[in-house]
């Protein structure tokens, strides 16, 4: 059995690794403005994502294979994932992508709310004023003001729609991934879930033409690095979590969007304003004490 690690260095890594995705997402935009479609990129980080854990569980001595009957479950969940995905991919694609993955943090909130809905326990009382902070950082980060709030939406509002339904439909996997698929081994659920929109993309988006290619190199760079910065990630994750409390992995990997803001100030040019920053740390701030407040 492996060594537990201590966790410090724990939460050293899993910034590192929530660093990595932030990565995935900031390519992705990169590849977006240089003629790739969200169709492409989706398809590409699915399929080499399945691929890698493909031969992560055959290394590992995984077996390959779903109970009978949680097998329309976990397609249920890939088909989630797979509309996911392009939703999210989509809100990078228009507006800056730290500002489309905090829209895209509500996620966990929905979730709460649909277990709820759905007959499971009532959030502790702690959840609700977490929940309100998590918005109010949101509308700040969003640089939503009455003032100039038609201006505002016009220009921000598709992708933060597309980022919105995005959580909707991750919410309703971690469901899925708590209830009916909970036995199931995480690596064989994950290779599962990105296997189903690896051929619904690719079906789908060849099919209707929309699998573009990028226009130049900079964009099949891309393209390249959005995939292999999230299969690392999901790589050292899956390595990492195991040998982890819990409590760390929710805290250090919620600075995803924190670090995909300096990438993209770095990498894009997208400056935001202080206030925009401590809404940004006020969502995320907000989420870890909603997962707190959920045990």
Not at 60 to 68: D, E, F, H, T, W
Not at 90 to 97: D, E, H, N, R
Not at 181 to 206: E, N, P, S
Request: charge should be positive.
């Amino acid at each position: 059995m492996s060594a537990t690690l201590p966790p410090r260095l724990g939460i050293v890594i899993l910034v590192a690794v929530a660093t990595t995705f932030a990565a995935n997402h900031l390519c992705a935009r990169i590849a977006f403005d240089h003629g790739a479609s969200v169709a492409t990129g989706v398809a590409t980080r699915a399929t080499g994502t399945a691929l890698v854990l493909l031969l992560i569980m055959r290394l590992q001595g995984i077996r390959v294979a779903l109970p009978r009957e949680l097998r329309p479950w976990a397609l249920l969940a890939g088909i989630l994932i797979a509309v996911q995905s392009y939703c999210l991919y989509s809100a990078v694609a228009l507006i800056p992508p730290a500002l489309a993955l905090l829209v895209f943090q509500t996620s966990p909130m929905l979730y709460v709310l649909l277990s709820w809905a759905l007959g499971g326990p009532a959030p502790r009382p702690s959840a609700f004023p977490a929940m309100l902070l998590a918005l109010v950082g949101l509308w700040l980060a969003l640089d939503i003001r009455t003032d100039h709030l038609a201006a505002r939406w016009n220009e921000i509002g598709a992708g933060a729609s597309w980022a919105f339904a995005g959580g909707a439909s991750m919410s309703c996997v971690y469901y899925l991934n708590a209830n009916a698929l909970k036995a199931v081994d995480g690596r064989l659920r994950t290779f599962v879930m990105t296997g189903v929109t690896a051929l619904l993309v690719l079906g789908g988006g060849g099919a209707a033409g929309a699998l573009a290619l990028p226009s130049d190199g900079v964009g099949w760079l891309g393209l390249a690095l959005l995939t292999a910065f999230y299969c690392a990630a999901m790589t050292f994750l899956f390595i990492v979590l195991p040998r982890l409390g819990g409590t760390a992995s929710t805290a250090a990997l919620n600075f995803e969007p924190i670090a995909l803001l300096g990438l993209a100030w770095v990498f894009l040019g997208q400056a935001v304003t202080p206030l925009q920053i401590l809404g940004a740390f006020v969502v995320v701030g907000a989420i870890v004490w909603l997962g707190v407040a959920k045990r």
